[in-house]
């Protein structure tokens, strides 16, 4: 009976810790937030993420290669936090921009008209997969990627949360 | 002259009539050091406090409303610094853990406060803290003056309950007076220790090491050094025939760092969790702030457990032992466990690292102690 027991509980917390280990390393239980100048500030778990429509893009990636990123248009998401896009992007919206930061601490900058297909002729994404499969470690869980920006160095990884400011 | 303009360099001038008051409060504060008799009642310095800069380190800090820098608050803030009175033995000061000579660091691997205890983690140079937005090895403060207080009660450091080391000062001949004159009241309380403290630190700035001539294109490499800097500045490729270690993502720019976590690949498991007790997150298992590397040669020795005495060992890690852990950083090699330097590509790298010595602010007079024995006793009731 003891070593049933024991048994169980040693199978059942090994499950918990692998179970642990997958969902934080695999990347599902990293949130990400919207916020700042928006009507509807946002926090999506990759769910959310996953059910919104996601558009393809092939890109060379720093190791000189077409890779095909799939994910989830920024001007997408920062509609549903109410971000003032389309015809409400005039006058001093005009001077808004988007901080996007990852969990590292890297952060850069996109001015909110960049984002708007308005005025841009290319669709930037929050790419939650590349090929088919999961990001990287490191790289994921999410990561911007720019159509045609000649350096990657604003295809930031590991993007934790996009912020609407004013510039002021 | 300390603070002549240089090209280059950016003063937060709040009104630049003062510098020449400034340099009086100069002459005074070393006067006081030689004149120490005269010390509690010479005048103090007083009036807006101009931070010098070279225009590459950027206008990206914040200083609080609240806590404007002064020269009054600055001349309070470093005697605070030294004043062993903040800890409950009255026999720790914050410069004890944080040695002017040693870039404010104290060149144990774990330091020791009031208890005789080891701290967690290293002690930390005090460096350009004007621009450090998360303070300490796993960015848990946002602000000078708050950071302050922590080592003040912490048990194993200064071990102060709660406005103890403020009674403390209260009851001096020195104090009181120029608490008056920083903050309008002499009532001495923690948060304006912290206050006159976070002022003191944002004054330690330094920008005139070697490598800064050279950015200015005052000062010329020498082969090895500059063989070493290209080993610092580059990302290797097998492809494109090029070697590197590719420190400068992590340890870059102007001010020799950029303000982000990363795990180096010290441990396959790691003992101190890091930035993940701050955040949470699983990612952030074993990631610390990347520290600057200005006068690095100064502060070993190295890392967030001072493990390594040498910049040798350290540079042995980032070539042959690095740790291929599940949050290691991206911009290490885990696979082939390190960037494996030759003998002759560590010791160019050492020899750039010591351009980073900036001998002027570790020798800077308006950083030193400035108590004297003889007034010491005096002052204490």
Known sequence: ?168 | MLLLRRPGFVSMTINSKKMRVWTLGIIGIIALGMASWKAVDDPVPTGPYTLQYPASFGGRFTIPADNPTTQEGVYLGRLLFYEPLLSSTKTISCASCHQQARAFTDGLALSVGVTGKTTQRNSMSLTNLLWVRQLFWDGRSNSLEEQALVPLGHADEMGSKPNTAAKALQKTTLYPALFRLVFGSDTITDVRIGKALAQFERTLISANSRYDHYLLGTYQLTESEKRGMQLFNSAPSMERNVRGGNCAHCHGGPKLYQEVFHNNGLDLKVTDAGRQVITGLALDNGRFRVPTLRNIALTAPYMHDGRFATLEAVLNHYSEHIQNGPTLSHELPGQTSGFHLTRNEKSDLIAFMHLFTDSTFVNNPQFADPHHRVHRVHRVK
């Not at chain 1, 921009?97 to 590292?104: M, N």
């Not at chain 1, 900058?109 to 930037?124: C, G, Y």
């Not at chain 1, 920006?149 to 002021?168: G, N, Y």
Request: proline share 4%; net charge neutral; aromatic share 6%.
């Open chain 1, 1 to 168: 009976m003891n070593v049933l027991i024991l048994r169980t509980k040693t199978i059942f917390s090994a499950g918990l810790t692998i179970g642990l280990y997958l969902l934080t390393f695999v990347g599902h239980a990293q949130a990400l937030t919207i916020s700042g100048e928006v009507s509807k500030p946002l926090t999506l778990q990759s769910a959310d993420l996953k059910a919104m429509t996601h558009t393809d893009v092939t890109a060379k990636d720093r190791d000189g290669k077409d890779h095909t990123y799939s994910g989830v248009p920024l001007v997408d998401l920062l509609k549903q936090a109410g971000a003032t896009l389309g015809s409400e992007l005039r006058g001093e919206n005009l001077t808004k921009y988007v901080v996007i930061k990852a969990i590292d601490g890297y952060e850069i900058v996109f001015a909110l008209a960049e984002i708007d297909p308005e005025f841009a002729t290319r669709t930037i994404i929050l790419a939650d997969t590349v090929d088919g499969g999961p990001l990287a470690q490191g790289v994921g869980p999410y990561r911007v990627v720019v159509p045609g920006e000649k350096k990657p160095a604003r295809w930031i990884r590991e993007v934790k949360s996009i912020d609407v400011r004013f510039a002021k």
